[in-house]
């Protein structure tokens, strides 16, 4: 989990002719500062007026911005386009007046299109989400049903009656880029913990938050993948329910199928062709694997700062030490850095793709991003799902 931002931060990122609206219309109480000769930087008037303030009130102030804070990125700007045009304003991130940074960006949506902006929210957490699960070979193209989340919910609700935790539970269903999104809610074990009231008084407070469970099914590929902070057993039983309620359809075991094949990615040979159009570069820096006859474990990693190393001549130098052989380990990991080019939201950078047989951190990247390297796991047989894609040029790994 990312270190909150101070407030501090939060406030000098936004310029202050938005701030300057953002008080007037959501903070309570007069704001006696003159605007016009405060500072970009001069926020200290600002932190004074929200420590004056109710500590429910300062809190909601503290979420606001923290909100606005979290859409200030690719990822952000992309749910904020996705959801406009979901909501008939395709031309909305067009209407935000040149100039502002991303922070402002994402202040504008807050203070004209609020509704936009909460909606939002939904698609920034799929698109943020990790520790995804996939399973292929699912029916492709269903119709779901309009009671499909009623009964996905009651089912989940059922399942974790058993522990405490489940009573209440809420379904968002959503489509999105011809992925269909199930995002179950269900209440979670209850805590407490000590805050301050709006007195200054040290007070204990029960909650019960809910877990985040989140089933994405491609209707084209045939597939759909699980998000859940839950441990292997609890989504082992999650996947038949989605699938029973869901898409009507009756799941084999888990272990009947690998979600992505890497295997062959162990051998040298393998190349790692691109598509040029895409102007990325890929390299792989990280693999683990497992020998079953002698219970021997490799995971190795390249030297990043040697560009001409490569994995292929670490995993021959591990072996060379273990005096054993490449044919008889098995991959269970690999990480492949993408370095992307520049867009028009994000600097160039690179990002390191896990793969294990059963899940892949794909869908922690920006749509565009994902699309692009799904679509080289095709290509060199990661994903099953058939590619054909022509022009292509040959990277070393």
Same mark, same amino acid.
Do not use: C
């Given at each position: 989990?990312?270190?909150?931002?101070?407030?501090?931060?939060?406030?000098?990122?936004?310029?202050?002719?938005?701030?300057?609206?953002?008080?007037?219309?959501?903070?309570?109480?007069?704001?006696?500062?003159?605007?016009?000769?405060?500072?970009?930087?001069?926020?200290?008037?600002?932190?004074?007026?929200?420590?004056?303030?109710?500590?429910?009130?300062?809190?909601?102030?503290?979420?606001?911005?923290?909100?606005?804070?979290?859409?200030?990125?690719?990822?952000?700007?992309?749910? $904020?386009?996705?959801?406009?045009?979901?909501?008939?304003?395709?031309?909305?991130?067009?209407?935000? %007046?040149?100039?502002?940074?991303?922070?402002?960006?994402?202040?504008?949506?807050?203070?004209?299109?609020?509704?936009?902006?909460?909606?939002?929210?939904?698609?920034?957490?799929?698109?943020?989400?990790?520790?995804?699960?996939?399973? @292929?070979?699912? %029916?492709?193209?269903?119709?779901?049903?309009?009671?499909?989340?009623?009964?996905?919910?009651?089912?989940?609700?059922?399942?974790?009656?058993?522990?405490?935790?489940?009573?209440?539970?809420?379904?968002?269903?959503?489509?999105? @880029?011809? $992925?269909?999104?199930?995002?179950?809610? %269900?209440?979670?074990?209850?805590?407490?913990? @000590?805050?301050?009231?709006?007195?200054?008084?040290?007070?204990?407070?029960?909650?019960?938050?809910t877990l985040d469970i989140i089933f994405a099914y491609d209707r084209h590929a045939g597939s759909f993948e699980l998000c859940a902070r839950l441990p292997k057993a609890h989504k082992e039983r999650l996947e038949p329910i989605f699938s029973r309620t869901v898409l009507g359809w009756q799941l084999p075991p888990y272990e009947d199928e690998s979600g992505y094949y890497i295997d062959h990615l162990k051998d040298p040979n393998t190349p790692l062709p691109t598509d040029p159009a895409d102007q990325i570069r890929v390299r792989i820096e990280e693999i683990k694997m497992f020998n079953p006859s002698t219970r021997r474990r490799i995971s190795t990693d390249i030297n990043k700062h040697d560009e001409t190393d490569t994995i292929h001549r670490a995993i021959s130098e591990e072996l060379r030490s273990l005096h054993d052989v490449l044919a008889n380990f098995s991959v269970n990991s690999v990480g492949i850095r993408f370095v992307f080019p520049a867009t028009r939201y994000a600097r160039a950078g690179g990002r390191i793709i896990r793969i294990t047989p059963g899940s892949c951190n794909l869908r922690s990247l920006t749509p565009d991003r994902a699309e692009i390297v799904q679509k080289h796991l095709r290509m060199w047989g990661v994903d099953d799902a058939p590619t054909d894609e022509p022009n292509l040029v040959s990277v070393g790994a």
């Open positions: 989990m990312p270190q909150p931002t101070p407030l501090s931060t939060l406030l000098r990122v936004i310029p202050n002719e938005l701030l300057k609206k953002w008080f007037h219309d959501h903070i309570p109480g007069p704001f006696d500062i003159s605007w016009e000769t405060l500072g970009e930087n001069d926020i200290e008037p600002m932190i004074v007026h929200l420590d004056d303030l109710p500590s429910s009130i300062r809190k909601d102030a503290e979420i606001d911005l923290r909100t606005i804070r979290s859409f200030a990125s690719e990822a952000g700007m992309r749910a $904020i386009e996705d959801t406009a045009r979901m909501h008939g304003e395709p031309d909305l991130l067009s209407r935000i %007046p040149d100039g502002l940074n991303l922070n402002g960006r994402a202040m504008w949506v807050r203070l004209h299109e609020w509704e936009i902006l909460h909606a939002a929210t939904t698609l920034l957490h799929l698109e943020e989400a990790t520790f995804w699960r996939k399973r @292929n070979g699912v %029916p492709s193209n269903v119709e779901i049903a309009a009671d499909a989340a009623e009964l996905l919910g009651n089912a989940v609700s059922n399942m974790l009656r058993e522990e405490g935790r489940g009573q209440n539970v809420t379904v968002e269903r959503l489509e999105n @880029n011809g $992925i269909v999104y199930f995002v179950v809610h %269900p209440d979670d074990f209850v805590r407490s913990d @000590n805050t301050h009231d709006d007195q200054g008084r040290l007070a204990t407070v029960s909650i019960r938050p």
